[in-house]
C-alpha cells in the first residue's frame, strides 16, 4: 500500500513541492518491519497549489485508481509565498500509469 499526503500549511517559501508527496511503499526484508519501507517522491506540477482536498478515483476507466487534488487559491494573510495561488489549477488529475 501506497500514501498519498498533502499538506495545506507546508513550507512553501522554501520547499513548494512538499505540498503533495508521493510515499512508495517499497516493503522490507523482514516480517518485523511489517513491510513498511516508503520512498518519498515529489510530483511535478504538484507545486503550483495549495491542496485543500484529495479523493482517488478511476478517473479514466481503466482500472486503475487515480488521484485527485483540489486547490485552494486563497490562504491566510500570513502565508505570503513567491506563489499566486489564483494562477494554479483549481484541480490536478494524476493519473495512475502502472502496469
Not at 517559501?13 to 511489517?34: I, M, T, W
Amino acid at each position: 500500500l501506497d500514501l498519498a499526503c498533502i499538506a495545506f500549511f507546508a513550507d512553501f517559501k522554501h520547499q513548494p513541492d512538499e505540498g503533495f508527496v508521493y510515499l512508495e511503499n517499497r516493503g522490507g526484508p523482514s516480517a518485523g518491519e511489517g513491510g513498511m519501507k516508503f520512498s518519498p517522491h515529489s510530483v511535478p506540477g504538484t507545486e503550483c497549489g495549495r491542496w485543500i482536498t484529495m479523493d482517488v478515483a478511476d478517473v479514466d476507466g481503466d482500472g486503475k485508481l487515480d488521484v485527485l487534488l483540489a486547490n485552494c487559491s486563497v490562504g491566510a494573510g500570513f502565508m505570503k509565498g513567491e506563489r499566486d495561488w489564483k494562477k494554479g489549477p483549481a484541480f490536478l488529475v494524476l493519473k495512475n500509469k502502472m502496469r
